[in-house]
């Protein structure tokens, strides 16, 4: 499978790259850790892309991700010893945490995602009673909105599942598990569909799920003649300090409003039928506008996927296009370098829709291109982005790989 990283305008083809890095994060290991007897074992769990159905995840309804090619590797060892050594090659902070100190934050610093896991883990009767080195390595890039953090919880939860849980818990168990560690611990009220999809993932599909009942489908994506680029702003999110918790806030106070006149658990229960007869409890317009996004973004979703069933990827690429235009206008969660990077796209004949991915508030954009134009829209929207914004956006052709495993040697 190949992976091309585009820097600029600069390709950078990368071949068998989980091999590769397989290999660097085991040579890696041996220069920090130093040689033993005792086997290293390399985990990988990869980073997502959310191809439509924004921030709809916390509100019960539909989301259509799908797990790609890279994410995060971990190798680890066991020492013996009554600790944990935690390391990685993304950031400069490592720690050593005695195994009776697990269970505590450590500043702000990228560890509590793992550790967090460690704790719900914890709560749910597994417990880490050995010491292991472990060195995280991931090509997700850092705030770009395509999980990493959910890639660091599920490769921890899989490693523990795996080492001192007998491989007892189920993927969709790891993935609730690692959703509690972000809210709980990191405090970041994410809904569950990132650790899902890095979870769940499958070669060549995407997931339709239902964030509500957690009920899925595994939906084949056919993009012949067709490549799914994603366009990174450069512009870093920070999560637990941006407007993303402000955002659930204004959608629980929707449901409060609706709650006056019928029953309601969340948003995603309303068609958009049913929104538009009791829109009018909702008397905040800022407030409604945010259910108005979430119940026709569910929508949305639905359609996109009866799309892409029935082999009409124009119809999928238009929905993409309003998804785009509806977190811009009424989530508002876009931003100008989100903007720029979807008009620029649409400007190029051979994109069949662009939208942002993710949170918001930077990160990346996702968009369905013909190949034969991949080079002239990275050249076109990378040059145009540079003249509007004032720097570089980045651009990764993917592929949509399989979920959290443990790799061979």
Known sequence: MDFIFTFGVQKINLINIKITMQEEIRIKFAEIYGSSEAPVDVYFSPGRVNLIGEHTDYNGGYVFPCALSYGTYLAVRETGEQSLKFTSKNFDFNTEIPIDKLSEKVGDQWVNYPLGVIDEMKKAGLQVNRGYELLYNGNIPNGAGLSSSASIETVTA??????????????????????????NFVGVNCGIMDQFAVAM???????????????YELVPVKLDGLKIIISNTNKKRQLAVSKYNERRSECDRAVENIRQGRKLRNLGELSLDEFKKV????????????????????????????????????KFGELMNASHDSLRDDYEVTGKELDTLVEEARKISGVLGSRMTGAGFGGCTVSIVEEQVIDGFIEKVGNAYKDRIGTEADFYIADIGDGVRRLKE
């Open 158 to 183: 899989y490693f523990l599942n795996n080492k001192f849980g007998n491989n007892r818990l189920s993927r969709e168990e790891m993935a609730l598990i690692c959703q509690k560690a972000e809210n």
């Open 201 to 215: 993932g499958k070669e060549n599909h995407a997931i339709f799920l239902n964030c509500d009942t957690l009920g």
């Open 279 to 314: 829109e009018n409890l909702i008397k905040d317009p800022v407030v409604k506008k945010r259910a108005l996004h979430v119940v026709s973004e569910d929508q949305r979703c639905v359609d996109a996927v009866d799309a892409l069933k029935a082999g009409d990827i124009k």
